[in-house]
Nanobody, 129 residues
């Protein structure tokens, strides 16, 4: 059973930065597509970013493009989310997720929460204005 544990959340002022980490165990991390999703109070969970198993393909939501960067270290079984220029609207619980990879990573598969097999418990990010 794959376990995902997020860390790095917290309270930050608008314009600040945070780096989230997601450590995986119990599976073959290097074979998984990894994604980050977030859920703000009263809203549905939404896609933030995803990275292919090899790290050679990434996708971003328009709302975070140019501000957030996803990366992975397969040797450490960890995926990262570097968040810069944070805005109050980035406030949410951020979830790490993993899906089994089959061939090239398509956008619809990367962005669809229904395609992810494993989820972390989430970490709170709060951006104050």
């Amino acid at each position: 059973q794959v376990q995902l544990v997020e860390s790095g959340g917290g309270l930050v002022q608008a314009g600040g930065s945070l780096r989230l980490s997601c450590a995986a165990s119990g599976g073959t991390f290097s074979s998984y597509t990894m994604g980050w999703f977030r859920q703000a109070p009263g809203k549905e969970r939404e896609f933030v970013t995803a990275i292919a198993w090899s790290g050679d393909k990434t996708y971003y939501a328009d709302s975070v493009k140019g501000r957030f960067t996803i990366s992975r270290d397969n040797a450490k079984n960890t995926v990262y989310l570097q968040m810069n220029s944070l805005k109050p609207e980035d406030t949410a619980v951020y979830y790490c997720a993993a899906q089994n990879s089959y061939g090239a990573l398509l956008a619809v598969v990367a962005k669809g929460s229904q395609y992810y097999n494993y989820w972390g418990q989430g970490t709170q990010v709060t951006v104050s204005s």
